[in-house]
Protein backbone atom coordinates (compact mmCIF):
# COMPACT_ATOMS: atom_id res chain seq x y z
CA UNK A 1 0.00 0.00 0.00
CA UNK A 2 2.85 2.49 0.95
CA UNK A 3 4.23 1.97 -2.81
CA UNK A 4 0.34 2.77 -4.23
CA UNK A 5 0.69 5.96 -2.38
CA UNK A 6 4.06 6.87 -3.20
CA UNK A 7 4.12 5.99 -6.60
CA UNK A 8 1.74 7.50 -9.10
CA UNK A 9 1.58 10.40 -12.12
CA UNK A 10 1.39 14.00 -12.85
CA UNK A 11 -1.64 15.55 -14.67
CA UNK A 12 -2.10 19.33 -15.05
CA UNK A 13 0.74 19.86 -12.47
CA UNK A 14 -1.31 17.83 -9.86
CA UNK A 15 0.15 14.50 -8.27
CA UNK A 16 -2.46 11.92 -8.50
CA UNK A 17 -1.19 8.36 -6.26
CA UNK A 18 -1.78 5.63 -7.75
CA UNK A 19 -4.13 4.51 -4.24
CA UNK A 20 -5.84 7.61 -5.22
CA UNK A 21 -6.90 6.40 -9.04
CA UNK A 22 -7.24 3.07 -8.47
CA UNK A 23 -9.65 3.77 -5.38
CA UNK A 24 -11.66 6.26 -7.25
CA UNK A 25 -11.91 4.19 -10.56
CA UNK A 26 -13.39 1.39 -8.77
CA UNK A 27 -15.54 3.38 -6.97
CA UNK A 28 -16.88 4.56 -10.30
CA UNK A 29 -17.16 0.92 -11.15
CA UNK A 30 -19.19 0.25 -8.00
CA UNK A 31 -21.92 2.98 -9.56
CA UNK A 32 -21.89 1.39 -12.59
CA UNK A 33 -22.55 -2.20 -11.35
CA UNK A 34 -24.79 -0.85 -8.75
CA UNK A 35 -26.95 0.89 -11.60
CA UNK A 36 -27.32 -2.76 -12.69
CA UNK A 37 -28.20 -4.30 -9.50
CA UNK A 38 -25.31 -6.57 -9.87
CA UNK A 39 -23.89 -8.45 -6.93
CA UNK A 40 -20.36 -7.33 -7.88
CA UNK A 41 -21.30 -3.79 -6.61
CA UNK A 42 -20.04 -4.95 -3.24
CA UNK A 43 -16.72 -7.15 -3.10
CA UNK A 44 -15.68 -4.07 -5.82
CA UNK A 45 -16.46 -1.26 -3.08
CA UNK A 46 -14.98 -3.29 -0.61
CA UNK A 47 -11.15 -2.85 -2.42
CA UNK A 48 -12.49 1.11 -3.26
CA UNK A 49 -12.87 1.68 0.45
CA UNK A 50 -9.54 0.09 1.56
CA UNK A 51 -8.25 1.87 -0.59
CA UNK A 52 -9.19 5.79 -0.48
CA UNK A 53 -8.98 4.69 3.56
CA UNK A 54 -5.20 5.11 3.02
CA UNK A 55 -5.89 8.10 0.75
CA UNK A 56 -8.06 10.08 2.93
CA UNK A 57 -5.53 9.79 6.25
CA UNK A 58 -3.12 11.10 4.22
CA UNK A 59 -5.12 13.57 3.26
CA UNK A 60 -5.76 14.83 7.22
CA UNK A 61 -9.51 14.02 6.43
CA UNK A 62 -10.37 11.90 9.19
CA UNK A 63 -14.24 11.67 8.40
CA UNK A 64 -13.89 10.89 4.82
CA UNK A 65 -11.20 8.15 5.99
CA UNK A 66 -13.67 7.25 8.71
CA UNK A 67 -16.88 6.57 6.28
CA UNK A 68 -14.57 3.99 4.62
CA UNK A 69 -14.37 2.12 7.59
CA UNK A 70 -18.07 2.18 8.30
CA UNK A 71 -18.81 1.71 4.28
CA UNK A 72 -17.00 -1.70 4.70
CA UNK A 73 -19.17 -2.59 7.07
CA UNK A 74 -22.29 -1.56 6.00
CA UNK A 75 -21.13 -3.40 2.42
CA UNK A 76 -20.81 -6.48 4.34
CA UNK A 77 -24.70 -6.17 4.95
CA UNK A 78 -25.36 -4.90 1.51
CA UNK A 79 -24.00 -7.94 0.43
CA UNK A 80 -25.56 -10.25 2.49
CA UNK A 81 -28.99 -8.08 2.03
CA UNK A 82 -29.03 -8.58 -2.00
CA UNK A 83 -28.13 -12.34 -1.99
CA UNK A 84 -31.64 -13.13 0.13
CA UNK A 85 -33.86 -10.65 -1.68
CA UNK A 86 -33.12 -11.38 -5.54
CA UNK A 87 -35.93 -11.93 -7.80
CA UNK A 88 -35.07 -14.87 -10.32
CA UNK A 89 -35.42 -13.04 -13.43
CA UNK A 90 -35.15 -8.80 -12.79
CA UNK A 91 -32.61 -9.19 -10.16
CA UNK A 92 -32.60 -7.03 -6.57
CA UNK A 93 -36.43 -5.50 -5.90
CA UNK A 94 -35.80 -1.70 -5.86
CA UNK A 95 -38.81 0.29 -3.94
CA UNK A 96 -38.84 4.05 -3.45
CA UNK A 97 -39.33 4.84 0.22
CA UNK A 98 -42.08 6.67 2.19
CA UNK A 99 -42.66 10.44 2.98
CA UNK A 100 -41.64 9.27 6.64
CA UNK A 101 -38.44 7.30 5.80
CA UNK A 102 -37.29 9.87 3.50
CA UNK A 103 -38.12 12.97 6.34
CA UNK A 104 -36.03 9.97 8.86
CA UNK A 105 -33.21 10.31 6.04
CA UNK A 106 -32.70 14.00 6.02
CA UNK A 107 -33.22 14.44 9.96
CA UNK A 108 -29.99 11.69 10.14
CA UNK A 109 -28.62 13.81 7.84
CA UNK A 110 -29.02 17.04 9.55
CA UNK A 111 -28.45 15.57 13.51
CA UNK A 112 -25.67 13.40 12.39
CA UNK A 113 -23.68 16.02 10.56
CA UNK A 114 -24.00 18.37 13.40
CA UNK A 115 -22.85 15.86 15.90
CA UNK A 116 -20.39 14.07 14.03
CA UNK A 117 -18.42 17.57 12.89
CA UNK A 118 -18.53 18.42 16.53
CA UNK A 119 -16.32 15.13 17.23
CA UNK A 120 -14.39 16.18 14.29
CA UNK A 121 -13.65 19.40 15.18
CA UNK A 122 -13.18 18.50 18.71
CA UNK A 123 -10.63 16.46 18.14
CA UNK A 124 -8.90 18.65 15.06
CA UNK A 125 -9.27 15.38 13.07
CA UNK A 126 -10.18 17.35 10.05
CA UNK A 127 -9.32 20.81 8.45
CA UNK A 128 -12.78 21.24 7.54
CA UNK A 129 -15.16 19.42 9.23
CA UNK A 130 -18.12 20.34 8.50
CA UNK A 131 -18.41 19.13 4.89
CA UNK A 132 -16.08 16.27 6.47
CA UNK A 133 -19.04 15.29 8.17
CA UNK A 134 -21.55 15.72 5.91
CA UNK A 135 -19.67 13.44 2.97
CA UNK A 136 -19.28 10.89 5.96
CA UNK A 137 -22.91 10.69 7.50
CA UNK A 138 -24.34 11.32 3.19
CA UNK A 139 -22.47 8.13 2.32
CA UNK A 140 -23.37 5.86 5.46
CA UNK A 141 -27.32 6.94 4.88
CA UNK A 142 -26.75 6.67 1.17
CA UNK A 143 -24.84 2.64 1.59
CA UNK A 144 -27.43 2.25 4.53
CA UNK A 145 -30.33 2.75 1.80
CA UNK A 146 -29.18 0.89 -0.98
CA UNK A 147 -29.05 -2.44 1.10
CA UNK A 148 -32.57 -1.74 1.75
CA UNK A 149 -32.86 -1.61 -1.96
CA UNK A 150 -34.48 1.90 -1.32
CA UNK A 151 -34.01 4.51 -4.71
CA UNK A 152 -33.71 7.50 -2.47
CA UNK A 153 -29.97 6.48 -2.26
CA UNK A 154 -29.33 8.04 -5.69
CA UNK A 155 -30.14 11.41 -4.18
CA UNK A 156 -28.75 11.16 -1.17
CA UNK A 157 -25.25 10.38 -3.07
CA UNK A 158 -25.99 13.37 -5.79
CA UNK A 159 -25.69 15.54 -2.06
CA UNK A 160 -22.86 13.96 -1.06
CA UNK A 161 -21.22 15.04 -4.65
CA UNK A 162 -22.25 18.59 -4.49
CA UNK A 163 -20.45 18.60 -0.99
CA UNK A 164 -17.61 16.25 -1.73
CA UNK A 165 -16.45 18.27 -5.15
CA UNK A 166 -14.90 21.73 -3.30
CA UNK A 167 -13.68 19.85 -0.09
CA UNK A 168 -11.42 17.43 -2.34
CA UNK A 169 -10.61 20.51 -4.40
CA UNK A 170 -9.11 21.66 -1.25
CA UNK A 171 -7.74 19.11 -0.03
CA UNK A 172 -5.59 19.13 -3.33
CA UNK A 173 -6.97 15.91 -4.48
CA UNK A 174 -8.28 17.42 -7.94
CA UNK A 175 -8.63 13.90 -9.67
CA UNK A 176 -11.14 12.84 -7.01
CA UNK A 177 -12.77 16.14 -7.70
CA UNK A 178 -13.11 14.98 -11.04
CA UNK A 179 -13.84 11.92 -10.34
CA UNK A 180 -17.00 13.36 -8.37
CA UNK A 181 -18.28 15.48 -11.68
CA UNK A 182 -18.67 11.90 -13.18
CA UNK A 183 -20.21 10.26 -10.35
CA UNK A 184 -22.71 12.96 -10.39
CA UNK A 185 -23.69 12.11 -14.33
CA UNK A 186 -23.70 7.99 -13.24
CA UNK A 187 -25.73 8.68 -10.10
CA UNK A 188 -28.35 10.57 -12.16
CA UNK A 189 -28.63 7.69 -15.04
CA UNK A 190 -28.64 5.08 -11.63
CA UNK A 191 -32.01 6.91 -10.19
CA UNK A 192 -33.63 6.97 -13.34
CA UNK A 193 -33.02 3.06 -13.74
CA UNK A 194 -34.22 2.50 -10.60
CA UNK A 195 -37.06 4.50 -10.25
CA UNK A 196 -38.68 2.86 -13.65
CA UNK A 197 -37.73 -0.58 -11.89
CA UNK A 198 -39.95 0.81 -8.76
CA UNK A 199 -42.42 1.76 -10.87
CA UNK A 200 -42.60 -1.36 -12.64
CA UNK A 201 -42.15 -3.38 -9.18
CA UNK A 202 -45.15 -1.11 -7.76
CA UNK A 203 -47.43 -1.49 -10.63
CA UNK A 204 -46.64 -5.85 -11.01
CA UNK A 205 -48.03 -5.74 -7.33
CA UNK A 206 -50.98 -3.77 -7.99
CA UNK A 207 -51.96 -6.38 -10.56
CA UNK A 208 -54.70 -9.04 -8.93
CA UNK A 209 -53.43 -12.20 -9.01
Not at 38 to 64: C, D, N, R
Not at 143 to 167: K, R, T
Request: no cysteine; hydrophobic share 60%; charged share 10%.
Amino acid sequence: MHVLMEQGFTVFGQKVSWAEFSGQVFALVVVFLAQRRSLWTWPVQLVSVTLLFVVYTSAHLGGTAARQVVIALITLYGWWAWTRRRDPVFGVVVRTASWRERLAVVAAFVVGTVVFALVLDALQASWAPWPDAAIFVGTVLAFSLQGLGLVEFWVVWLVVDAIGVPLQIGSGLYFSAAVYLVFAALVITGFLDWNREARRTASTARVPA
